[in-house]
Every structure is written in structure tokens, then in C-alpha cells.
């Protein structure tokens, strides 16, 4: 066992004028399975790249033990994925990584394949079977589920469950539950390991902030209560001074006085004191403003329908052809393993050229927003953004301070987001536009968990009609009305 301590850290980037980490301190066993979590940007892969030494920081940090990173960069993937394997691993043995891999339901002739005809989720699972193949290292496994389907997410997390010494950036509440056994949190003002899963962490981070909502109300009514005091005895002792002029016994009302001025110290003193304890509440308290929607309502009952559709690539189907009808108020999600179609489909739906067997009919006048799996294409600042895509900028930006963009977000390039940042963009874009169907392609992928919440709770205050494609089980399980297995 040994302890990885950071002591009085501090960063920010060159281009930035705001404090990433400001003097945080902190320790963590390198035997823990720690999940990592905390709204978008604030530092989570940072901090992860300042524990590798890839930015210029000051403060300390001190580890007995050598950092991996997931995703490992590869340079060149139309190398075989045993070459990749010994990049990765070099001290390593072949027969360690044919273990991993058939820890993680995968077949040993993948080794023999180039690295780019894997699947992303494969391409994942290889990975970390090589990482956990250097002995004594220690991983720092940022958000590894946005190429995973349900199934692998379940295969991937049972796999973790039987390691140690990670840590693991992840907003899916169900996949931390499965595989974590302490939680470092990067709240609003500090940086807190607990031992237990997410549930448990969440269960006691939302009692503590109940506990300081009660405390600073009880607080602000004993300094309102105290304020009035001070305010009466600056009356009483404006009246006694007063009653002076022209008293027989001076002496008597210098003695009042004396007594209201000790009295009103008193009540500054308890006023201070209760202003010092109010002020050390709420400093980590998440809100969460309601998110609104104004879907459009359609003319008629059936806005889609499918008749075994199919996309084919290379004249080939990619999955058994389906047939369905999307209704209105219906949230279908779009269920399969990775390589299904999913996403093909969803583009075949907004009207995109894909070959495909059967036949998409529309409802005439239909209106669709669309949020697609890429944010790869998000430039420039967010007024122009709105702009480009004649959304109303002040709507625009109001949806995203509610998912927790600061101001400062509004003048930097979209280029320096975050994922998750770029992700809530496309989704504000959405809500900003008045439409009969919603089309959302894994709209959650790097978005934090107070915000997947905050998307559940609209979706279910104004039920728009939807179809999406989603991997989040728990996201799954509250809002789809019906899935649709490829």
C-alpha cells in the first residue's frame, strides 16, 4: 500500500485568466478503485493530465507509483493489435493479455487483427486489458463507457470490479455503482474522497446540503433577529443620551448607558459570529434550474413509421431489418450493440442518404431537431453560434447557465470546452428550437450527472416526442416508453 498525496496545488492554463485548482490538498490510496466525479469542466481530465506531468503546476505532488492514461494515444492503428499491446505494455508477456482479454468476454484472435478494424468498444476493451497488463501502475481511466453499449458497460464494469488501484472518470451512476469502492469528488469549492459507491456518496453529499439549507436559514433568521436588536439599542441609547441634558444624576444615566452599549456589543459580537457560520455553508451546494421545452404538437397521431429498414454497407444489412411507428408523446430509445446501425438509423430518420432496405414514411410539415453523436464541428464563440443556427442567443445562453455554464464560458472558443460542455451546447441548441420530433444520438456522452438528472426531469415535465439512442441504463430506465432492440 502506498498514498499518492498532492499538497497546495494550484493551476490554470496560459490562455485562461480563471484558477483551475487553487491551493488543493489531498490523498488517495493506490489500492482504492476511486470513482471521479464533478460537474463539467471543472478539471476532472486536468487533473488527471497534472497527475501525468504533462502541464507546469506549482505545489506538490508526490506518488511511489507510475501513471497510465485511458485512452492511450496510438499513433498508428493500422498496426496489428498485439504490436499496439507491446507499445502499451512492453514488459508484458502475449499469454497476460489473451487473460484480460477473456476476463472481458473477448476472443484472443483479436491480437491478430489490425488495431482499425476493431469496434470503438473493442478498441476500448483491448486497451485496458493492456494497461492493467503493467504490473504496479497505476490507471487513470477517463470516461471509457461513451463506446460502450449496455452490455459492454455491464462486461467493462465487472472487469474493474475485480481490479485495483484506478482512477475512474464516469457520470453513469449505474457503472460507478458496479465497479467503485471509494468517491473523489470535485465539488464547487473543495475536493473530497468518501469511502462507499455513488449511491452512497450521493445519499450523504445531499443530506449534508440539506443540513447547510436548514443551518443557513435558521442563521439568517437569527442575524435578521439580531440586526433588529442592534437597531433598538442604538434607539435606546440615542435616548439616553439625550435624557443628559439637564439630569439631576449624571452619574445614574452614565450607568445606563454604559449598560445599553455593553448590550449592543454583545448583539454585534453574536451577529458576527452567526454571519462567520453562514458563511461557511452552501459553498458546495448543487442547483439545478428547471429546464423548459415548447414541443410542437403534430396534426396527427403517427409522425414516423418504419417498415423493415435496414442500412446496408457494402451491399450488406448491419442488422435484422425493423419495422416501427413513433407516436406522438413517445420516447423510443434505440437499443443494440455497437456496430448495429443505431446511429445509421437515426440518420436515415433526419433524412440523411444511407443505402437501406424498406421503407421511412414522414408525416407531411414534420419538424425535427436533431442532436448528433460528433461535436467535433463546434468552432468559434457561442454568440455566433446562435447566430449561424438562428436560435434567440439570450434563450440560448439562459438554457446553458441553467447546465451550469459560467459566464467566462461565453467568450472563449468552443474549441476549449470540455466534452461534456460541447455536449450540453447541442442539446441547448435543441431546446431552443420549437420541433415535433427530437432526435437525440447519445446526447448524454460526457455530460455530468446533476445535468443527465436535469434532462430526465424536463423530458418528464413536458414529454416531447422522442427517439435516441442512449446507453445511460438508469437515463433508460426513467424516460423510454418503449425500446426497440436492433
Same mark, same amino acid.
Given at each position: 500500500?502506498?498514498?499518492i ?7 490554470s ?5 480563471d484558477?483551475i485548482?487553487?491551493?488543493v490538498?489531498?490523498? #488517495?490510496d ?11 469542466g ?7 493530465k497534472?497527475?501525468?506531468g ?19 494515444? #496510438? ?11 507491446l507499445?502499451?505494455?512492453? %514488459? ?23 488495431f482499425n478494424?476493431l ?5 476500448t476493451? +483491448?486497451l ?6 503493467n504490473?504496479?501502475?497505476f490507471l ?6 461513451n463506446?460502450?453499449?449496455v ?17 475512474l472518470v464516469?457520470? @453513469? ?14 465539488? *464547487? ?14 445519499e450523504?453529499? &445531499? !443530506? ?5 439549507l436548514?443551518?443557513?436559514? *435558521?442563521?439568517?433568521?437569527d442575524i ?14 440615542d435616548r439616553?443620551?439625550? /435624557?443628559?441634558i439637564?439630569a439631576?444624576?449624571? =452619574? ?8 445599553? %452599549?455593553?448590550?449592543?456589543k454583545?448583539? &454585534?459580537?453574536?451577529?458576527q459570529?452567526a454571519?462567520?457560520?453562514k458563511?461557511s455553508?452552501?459553498?458546495?451546494? &448543487?442547483?439545478?434550474?428547471?429546464l ?14 418504419? /417498415?423493415?429498414v435496414?442500412c ?9 431489418? +425493423? ?11 434505440? @437499443?443494440g450493440?455497437? =456496430?448495429?446501425?443505431?446511429?445509421s438509423?437515426?440518420k436515415l ?11 421511412i ?7 425535427? /431537431?436533431?442532436?448528433?453523436q ?15 443556427n438562428?436560435?434567440d442567443?439570450?434563450l440560448?445562453k439562459?438554457?446553458? !447557465?441553467?447546465?451550469d455554464?459560467? !459566464?467566462i464560458?461565453?467568450?472563449? @472558443? ?17 431546446l ?11 446526447p448524454?456522452?460526457? #455530460?455530468?450527472i446533476?445535468?443527465? %438528472? ?11 416526442? %422522442? #427517439? ?9 430506465d ?9
Amino acid at each position: 500500500m502506498s498514498m499518492i498525496k498532492i499538497e497546495n496545488l494550484t493551476f490554470s492554463y496560459p490562455t485562461s485568466y480563471d484558477y483551475i485548482f487553487k491551493n488543493v490538498s489531498f490523498q #488517495i490510496d493506490t489500492n482504492w478503485k476511486l470513482g471521479f466525479v464533478g460537474r463539467n469542466g471543472r478539471g476532472k481530465t486536468t487533473l488527471l493530465k497534472l497527475l501525468l506531468g504533462q502541464y507546469e503546476y506549482t505545489g506538490n505532488i508526490e506518488s511511489s507509483v507510475e501513471f497510465d492514461y485511458f485512452p492511450y494515444p #496510438i499513433a498508428d492503428k493500422t498496426k496489428l493489435t498485439n504490436e499496439i499491446f507491446l507499445e502499451v505494455a512492453p %514488459m508484458a508477456e502475449e499469454w497476460e493479455l489473451m487473460q484480460e482479454l477473456s476476463y472481458l468476454d473477448m476472443e484472443a484472435d483479436v491480437l491478430y487483427r489490425p488495431f482499425n478494424t476493431l469496434s470503438n468498444g473493442e478498441q476500448t476493451k +483491448v486497451l485496458l486489458a493492456a494497461l492493467f497488463c503493467n504490473e504496479g501502475h497505476f490507471l487513470l481511466i477517463d470516461e471509457p463507457t461513451n463506446h460502450l453499449d449496455v452490455e459492454a458497460r455491464e462486461i467493462v464494469a465487472g472487469y474493474l470490479k475485480k481490479k485495483k488501484g484506478f482512477i475512474l472518470v464516469s457520470h @453513469d451512476r449505474y457503472f460507478l455503482d458496479s465497479c467503485v469502492d471509494h468517491i473523489f469528488s470535485l465539488n *464547487r469549492a473543495t475536493i473530497e474522497v468518501e469511502s462507499g459507491n455513488f449511491s452512497s456518496w450521493m445519499e450523504n453529499f &445531499e !443530506r449534508q446540503q440539506e443540513f447547510e439549507l436548514a443551518q443557513n436559514k *435558521r442563521l439568517q433568521k437569527d442575524i435578521n433577529r439580531l440586526q433588529q436588536s442592534a437597531k433598538r439599542s442604538s434607539q435606546w441609547s440615542d435616548r439616553v443620551e439625550a /435624557s443628559k441634558i439637564g439630569a439631576a444624576d449624571k =452619574g445614574y444615566v452614565g450607568h445606563k448607558a454604559a449598560k445599553i %452599549m455593553k448590550r449592543s456589543k454583545n448583539i &454585534e459580537a453574536r451577529q458576527q459570529q452567526a454571519i462567520q457560520q453562514k458563511s461557511s455553508l452552501l459553498k458546495n451546494v &448543487e442547483t439545478t434550474e428547471n429546464l423548459k421545452l415548447s414541443p410542437l404538437k403534430y396534426h396527427a397521431n403517427t409522425l414516423v413509421s418504419f /417498415s423493415d429498414v435496414a442500412c446496408c454497407y457494402d451491399g450488406k444489412m448491419i442488422s435484422e431489418p +425493423v419495422s416501427l411507428t413513433v407516436q406522438q408523446g413517445d420516447h423510443i430509445a434505440i @437499443d443494440g450493440k455497437n =456496430g448495429s446501425g443505431k446511429s445509421s438509423l437515426l440518420k436515415l430518420l433526419i433524412g440523411e442518404s444511407i443505402t437501406h432496405t424498406g421503407t421511412i414514411q414522414h408525416g407531411s410539415g414534420l419538424i425535427i /431537431s436533431y442532436v448528433p453523436q460528433d461535436t467535433s464541428h463546434l468552432k468559434g464563440n457561442l454568440s455566433d453560434y446562435a447566430r449561424e443556427n438562428a436560435l434567440d442567443e439570450s434563450l440560448f445562453k439562459a438554457i446553458l !447557465r441553467k447546465m451550469d455554464f459560467e !459566464r467566462i464560458q461565453f467568450e472563449k @472558443d468552443m474549441q476549449e470546452f470540455s466534452g461534456g460542455q460541447k455536449k450540453k451546447v447541442l442539446i441547448a441548441k435543441s431546446l431552443c428550437e420549437q420541433a415535433h420530433l427530437y432526435v437525440w444520438d447519445e446526447p448524454l456522452n460526457f #455530460i455530468d450527472i446533476y445535468s443527465r %438528472m436535469q434532462i430526465e426531469d424536463l423530458i418528464k415535465a413536458f414529454s416531447p416526442t %422522442m #427517439i435516441f439512442v442512449e446507453h445511460d441504463r438508469a437515463f433508460c430506465d426513467t424516460i423510454a416508453t418503449k425500446i426497440v432492440q436492433l
